[in-house]
């Protein structure tokens, strides 16, 4: 058994809430196990003033912490699922998902009590083009503005009152204690993929670790998740592209909802799909040829 493991994190707020919940899980599972958190910043904490998508997209926030990883640094990772490249390199993998807390985006603002009621020009701030093209599909009244930084740096800028309202994470949100805040659950927006769990990566070759946080493994969300980053796979997963995919498991069934859109929202493709539990190897991958197929090849670049 392993007397110290080392949790590599981001330092914000939330990253460290994320981290310390697991650092928590792990020392209630192993009472004599020593568990320290390390703090790297990523290429993405650094870089605030420009849309992820203009500079790199998801990689910015785990490739600090990956080759703290690689260089033994750290023990192991743990990440917000949406934030984690579709494409691992070899030599680690993800050990572990977290059961997923509220996937769905959250609609804030001190000025209206519901999306639907924001009048035409009103301001709205995110840095998810996923968000931006669903909302602008629905009420292409409203202007999306860039909106990046922590959870706590975007409330600020929405209380001082540059923006009408911002999108987040309802997860954040709430794991955060900011659950007040939310205004309204937009279930009808498709999240992203993997939103809402966490994933622990490890070294591919660090077995006892792998065995340390077997535990902290929800195999419905698991099962959820990869469903939802096969999709990526064909769709492709970067943050250059408004695609949003969120799949469910219950009794015995897949249920999942995904969307491809134009940056500016006005084409956009969904579906809604069901099929049963035997179908799960094939069933992301499906689902993205049949979008593809419906008019989402015409949307993505080529």
Sequence with gaps: MLEKIRIGTRASKLALWQAEFIASELRREYLN?????????????KILNSPLAKIGGKGLFTKEIENALAENKIDLAVHSFK????????????????????????????????IEKMPKGAV???????????????????????LRGNVD?????????????????????ERLGYGERITQILTE?????????LAVEIRADDFK???????????????????????????????????????SILDNKIYARAVVAALDGKKIIKDFSIAPLEKISTFGSD??????????REILPI
Excluded: Y
Excluded at 33 to 45: A, H, N, P, R, S
């Design 124 to 146: 709205i701030g995110t840095s998810s083009l996923r968000r931006a093209a669903q909302i602008l599909n629905f009420f292409p009244h409203l202007k999306i503005e860039n």
């Design 287 to 296: 689902l993205a040829e049949k979008i593809l197929s419906e008019g989402g």
């Design 83 to 114: 934030d984690v490249p579709n494409e691992l390199p070899q030599n680690f993998k993800i050990a572990a998902v977290t059961k997923r807390a509220n996937p769905f985006d959250a609609f804030v603002s001190n000025k209206f009590s519901a």
């Design 153 to 173: 740096t975007r409330l600020k800028k929405l209380d001082a009152g540059n923006f009408d309202a911002i999108i987040l994470a309802a997860a954040g949100l």
């Design 189 to 197: 927006i498709i999240p992203a993929a993997g939103q809402g769990a």
């Design 209 to 247: 670790t792998a065995e340390l946080v077997k535990f902290l493994n929800d195999e419905q969300t698991f099962q959820a998740v990869k469903i939802e980053r096969d999709f990526l796979k064909v769709i492709g997963g970067s943050c250059q592209i408004p695609v949003g995919i969120f799949a």
């Design 33 to 45: 196990l020593e568990v320290e958190l390390v703090k790297i910043q990523t290429m993405g904490d």
